[in-house]
């Protein structure tokens, strides 16, 4: 039996900051799903704040990372998508108020 589930997951991911801004990726609304089957196989779907974003591959190998540290994980797929796009409403409330609503 699986005991990951997309709480577990996403309390995993929130331990990726983003560095430009220093929030983690949970609390920054860039995280939009996870899906856990069966056999404990996860695929993350996210996005990233722009999608011109230098540290784009770099973000998905942390969030990959995260959830592989996930007791009884099988494969991690992270899926970044642009739609829907990312806007500041998406984020945390303390993370708003910390960038000023951009």
Known sequence: ??????????????????PEVGFNLVEMGLIYDAIVDEACN?????????QG????????????????????????DVEVVWEPAWNISMADKNVKKALGGM
């Open 1 to 18: 039996m699986c005991n990951i589930t997309k709480e577990t997951t996403f309390e995993a991911i929130s331990t990726v900051i983003d």
């Open 42 to 50: 996860v695929h993350v779907v996210m996005t990233l704040s722009t």
């Open 53 to 76: 974003c230098p540290l784009h591959q770099m973000i998905k190998q942390w969030v990959g990372e995260a959830v592989e540290k996930l007791e009884g994980v099988g494969s991690v």
